[in-house]
């Protein structure tokens, strides 16, 4: 096939024709290094220093194509000429492109907020399956974290810190209509571009809800003029990264009889490691998964109608067995200028997607949580087997008839029975869209009124079955199913008045009036039952409520909200050097009381384009320098339906409160200051984007601690805590090309200061994380773990007894050779909870990526790395793993390697105690461990073939690719992987219980094969 290939090339191509001439700019001026290539073909070259050059091309027919950043590219036909000379006008749309604001677009030119933009072609080249996941590194400012490795997972964003102690998710808005619940609906393929709104002049005009920041997603619509269809099939494999090596059999009964000896025990395990398993749990547990991922579109139209049409499918194995996710979406773009002055259409998103999830993190302590596979791979003894050897079922407690002594080997579960007995399956239907009706009149006034729809229906069930094996402690009494729908819809009217004119050919001024009500809908109906046999273990067909014997339960309840909004905008630019834009937006919400109903969000900033002044015509390398600042006031209702009120429930016939409210609360208001520099060199090759911004996020609510005047009710909110976010957003953009070679390159950098500035009464609150804790502390960084100081170990008796006091007494007198040294921080004379302190940072000082597109005639090569700097982790699983826990659980490899088993033989890991009298575990920076990283998130490799070759059989472009995702990783941390967020345990902490690594689904490094074709 290769060979009939380069015979077609060489027979199209035999004859030979030489073209030369000169590339000049509108000044006359030469310009060097113009890409000049034949049209759908790989023949190219580039202009000399003074813009000429000279290309051979197999006739004297073709289209000669002249390429340079900053210029208008421009196609000559050849007609057998052998001069053709070329001038390039400026580019003046490319170097003054429209970004989407709120309610509206506007020129880049003329942008007085900080607004990050994204080509939906930069999200496509990361081969993310959802959308979320693409948007990481591709904006300064945007913090995107995949908690989990576990398919269906939505990322984590945050812009420009954590600007509360509730919700923290950004506004996300697709189309014009908001969503809730990310964006996972919609295939990445389908986005134009997306626009992150990060300071109070961009975000003030979505008012209430604006505090986390604004996510403006725009699909793509059709061209009038040429229909295409868009054809992209995919195929990958993955497999997990980062798995740490356990210790075997052998080494964990040596390890257990070595802290026997240490504790003066006389017990040994005496059983023969050689006639036991040597199970690897974690290879056991994960598996190559495969990736599928197709999407088709339609796109096209005419001067009255255009239409995008598209639909794709995913479908994604997990790297831990049992965990899978599916997609399947359709999407439909259409509008029709129905008369010069009408213009209707509508934008459709249908999707299904099905996920069948495990417990991905945490140990399932939680209500309602599933026990984490990954945790319990690694706390499990590889001296157990897998399948019991009489019954040839999954084992769950290590099986009697293996040991002597089957304690020896720990409680912990079987992780693939797990998998297997204890996931989840969740179906979601959704529909997001809208409708709308746009009327211009009076040459410059444009009227449009939208109806949009999120529809969403979740379906959840989980069968908590028995795990088989030989000392099962689950009954079949025990077995239970859990069923659940949760149905919710979003409706939003918004009309809008916009104006724009141009007065005189200096005065620039537009105005954007507007209403918007949304109402918010949803029930919960759950239901569960017990009492299941053995037959029901195995046989999903007998999952349901119906077929269990014992107790049934059912509950539900119905939550609504509703928000009538007016709001403004009003701009102008004078000659376009100076410009001013003022938002304000008045918002009415249900979820505060009567006396707190509405707010009041202004905004207001001002810009200079300074590259417009008369002194800096001759400076020609500068096309485009603006100074940019502003301040404005944004709201956060996200706070809880009834926080006001409160709230009965009946129990046992007797009517009681359940959570006391609050009818002072009211909204969380964040105030925020921004300058800025924009800045275009040399025609646009290099681009720059500077911001120092200063968030203040003040009424925050924060719960009163619980009192025994409350009763059973939880206590209530009051407005009492503020937040503090500042730090710099930096942007730099260089793209260039030369002789056929091309590339873009873009790089990101944040720097993020958080911190507590004030706490409602009390000046500090200790929230517990399992076996550490995080603290709120006026004046600390949001979440700082919290914990005792160690200072290496105690390598003989004598320093044991030589760790005193001021008066001679022992700091430490129940440790012993091998124990950790803790630090008396107080230095009050004893190791107690007042030595606790600051042990580490959960929050990143710096942000980074670096994504390059390189292009070589028909070959392209993507790059993109990101990180994060200065950020801790809590290593909890280490906690009880790497400190030889008494239940007898699993030890990694490096406790095995580096603990202290004499004088001299570590200074890092202690020795191996059950009895531990010093309590080595402890929460202490022992088990903090940086979590910086840098990670090439992704390499794509892809190959154009000849255009000449695929319109012989009727393909207008093919193109095949290659990609890598987590190629590799740099990091210090010693866990499966540094890139988490917060685990299953601490979900009701949200933000707070962040970096706490109780045993993590990781991610997995992913190699993909595809195809795109174009029609």
């Not at 003074?50 to 421009?74: A, E, R």
Request: with cysteine; charged share 20%; aromatic share 12%.
């Amino acid at each position: 096939m290769l060979l009939l290939c380069l015979f077609l090339v060489g027979q199209a191509f035999g004859q030979t024709f030489t073209v030369s001439g000169v590339v000049r700019d509108d000044t006359g001026t030469g310009l060097a290094g113009v890409t000049v290539q034949l049209k759908g073909a790989t023949t190219a070259t580039a202009t000399n220093s003074d813009g000429s050059y000279s290309l051979n091309v197999p006739s004297g027919s073709g289209t000669l194509v002249f390429t340079y950043i900053g210029f208008q590219t421009q196609e000559v036909a050849i007609n057998d000429r052998s001069t053709i000379n070329v001038t390039l006008a400026t580019d003046q749309q490319a170097l003054d492109e429209v970004v989407v604001v709120g309610y509206g677009t506007q020129q880049k030119s003329q942008v007085t907020g900080a607004i990050s933009s994204i080509k939906g072609t930069s999200l496509a080249q990361t081969q993310a399956v959802d959308l979320s996941t693409a948007l990481q590194g591709q904006a300064s400012g945007v913090n995107v974290t995949s908690p989990t490795g576990a398919p269906g997972t939505e990322a984590v964003i945050r812009i420009r810190g954590i600007g509360t102690l509730n919700n923290s998710n950004p506004l996300f808005i697709i189309d014009g209509v908001p969503v809730t619940g990310g964006l996972n609906t919609i295939s990445p393929n389908d986005i134009e571009s997306i626009e992150v709104l990060k300071d109070a002049a961009a975000s003030a005009i979505y008012g209430a809800r604006a505090a986390n920041g604004v996510v403006l997603v725009t699909t793509k619509s059709g061209k009038a003029g040429k229909n295409e269809i868009a054809v992209e099939a995919a195929y990958g494999l993955a497999s997990a990264i980062g798995l740490p090596d356990m210790v075997s059999t052998a080494e964990f009964i040596e390890l257990q009889n070595e802290a026997f000896t240490n504790d003066g025990a006389t017990t040994r395990n005496n059983d023969n490691a050689a006639t036991l398993p040597n199970t690897d749990w974690l290879d056991a547990v994960f598996r190559t998964a495969a990736i599928q991922r197709y999407n088709l579109s339609f796109s096209g139209g005419n001067d009255v109608t255009r239409y995008y049409l598209s639909g794709n499918h995913v479908n994604q194995e997990g790297t831990i067995q049992s965990s899978e996710f599916k997609r399947y979406g359709l999407r439909s773009n259409v509008s029709s200028t129905v008369r010069k002055w009408l213009t209707v259409g509508e934008n459709l998103n249908l999707t299904y997607d099905y996920t069948k999830a495990l417990g991905a993190s945490g140990d399932g302590g939680r209500p309602g949580s599933l026990p984490g596979v990954v945790r319990y791979a690694l706390l499990r003894p590889n001296a157990i087997p897998v399948y019991d050897p009489v019954t040839g079922f999954y084992t769950d407690l290590p099986p009697a008839s293996l040991y002597q002594n089957p304690i020896f080997y720990g409680d912990a579960k079987n992780p693939l029975a797990i998998a297997d007995y204890r996931n989840r399956a969740l179906d979601r239907y959704r529909a997001v869209g809208n409708i709308y009706v746009e009327v211009k009149f009076l040459e410059d006034f444009r009227l449009r009124t939208d109806a949009g729809l999120d529809f969403s229906l979740q379906e959840q069930q989980q069968y908590n079955g028995q795990i088989p094996g030989d000392r099962t402690t689950l009954t079949d009494k025990d077995k239970s199913l859990d069923k659940f729908r949760h149905r919710y819809y979003t409706l939003n009217w918004t009309n809008t008045l916009n104006y724009n004119h141009k007065f005189n050919e200096a005065h620039d001024v537009g105005f954007t009036l507007g209403t918007e009500y949304v109402t918010f809908k949803v029930d919960y109906l759950s239901a569960a039952r017990n009492g299941y046999d053995n037959r029901t273990d195995a046989n999903p067909d007998l999952q349901y409520l119906d077929f269990g014997l014992g107790q049934q339960f059912s509950s539900g309840v119905e939550e609504e909200w509703a928000l009538m909004s007016y709001f403004g905008r009003v701009s102008y630019a004078f000659k376009e050097k100076y410009l001013l834009t003022a938002n304000l937006r008045a918002d009415a919400s249900s979820r505060f009381s009567e006396n707190n109903r509405t707010g009041y969000f202004p905004s207001v900033s001002v810009g200079w384009n300074l590259a417009r002044e008369n002194f800096m015509q001759n400076v020609t390398w500068l096309p485009d320098l603006k100074l940019r600042a502003s301040w404005g006031q944004l709201g956060n209702q996200e706070i809880g339906l009834y926080p006001f009120a409160t709230l009965y429930s009946t129990s046992n016939g007797v009517l009681q409160p359940i959570s006391l409210g609050n009818p002072d609360v009211k909204w969380e208001t964040t105030e925020q200051t921004n300058v800025g520099l924009d800045a275009s060199l040399f025609q646009g090759m290099v681009n720059l984007s500077v911001d120092y911004f200063d968030k203040q996020s003040r009424d925050i609510l924060i719960q009163l601690p619980a009192s025994y005047t409350n009763g059973d009710a939880t206590p209530p909110y009051v407005n009492g805590a503020k937040l503090s976010n500042k730090g710099w957003d930096f942007t730099l953009n260089y793209r260039q090309s030369t002789g056929g070679f091309s590339w873009d390159v873009t790089g990101n950098l944040t720097t993020v200061k958080n911190r507590v500035v004030s706490l409602y009464q009390s000046k500090e609150q200790i929230l517990s994380s399992g076996s550490g804790s995080v603290i709120l502390r006026e004046g600390l960084p949001l979440s700082a773990f919290y914990g005792y100081k160690t200072n290496g170990l105690f390598q003989t008796e004598e320093d044991v007894q030589a760790y005193v006091n001021a008066t001679g007494e022992q700091l430490q007198p129940n440790a012993q050779p091998g124990d950790i040294r803790f630090v008396d921080v107080n230095n009050d004379g004893k190791i107690d909870d007042a030595d606790r302190t600051i042990i580490g940072d959960p929050n990143p000082d710096l942000l980074y990526s670096l994504n390059g597109t390189f292009s070589f005639k028909n070959f392209d090569l993507n790059l993109f790395f990101n990180g994060v700097y200065g950020n801790d982790i809590y290593n909890e699983v280490d906690n009880i793993i790497n400190s030889f826990d008494a239940r007898g659980f699993n030890v990694k490899r490096d406790f095995y390697e580096e603990r202290w088993h004499g004088e001299g033989t570590s200074n890092s890991m202690p020795r191996a105690t059950y009895q531990d009298p010093n309590n080595n575990r402890r929460s202490s920076d022992r088990y903090v461990e940086s979590g910086s990283y840098l990670r090439l998130k992704n390499v794509v490799l892809g190959y154009t073939l000849p255009g000449s070759l695929m319109q012989r059989v009727g393909v207008a472009r093919a193109r095949i690719y290659a990609s890598a995702q987590n190629l590799f990783t740099i990091t210090d941390y010693g866990g499966m992987d540094p890139e988490l967020y917060t685990n299953e345990n601490l979900a009701n902490y949200g933000d707070l219980g962040r970096g706490i690594d109780m045993g993590t689904y990781p991610q997995s490094r992913i190699y993909t094969f595809g195809l795109q074709l174009g029609f």
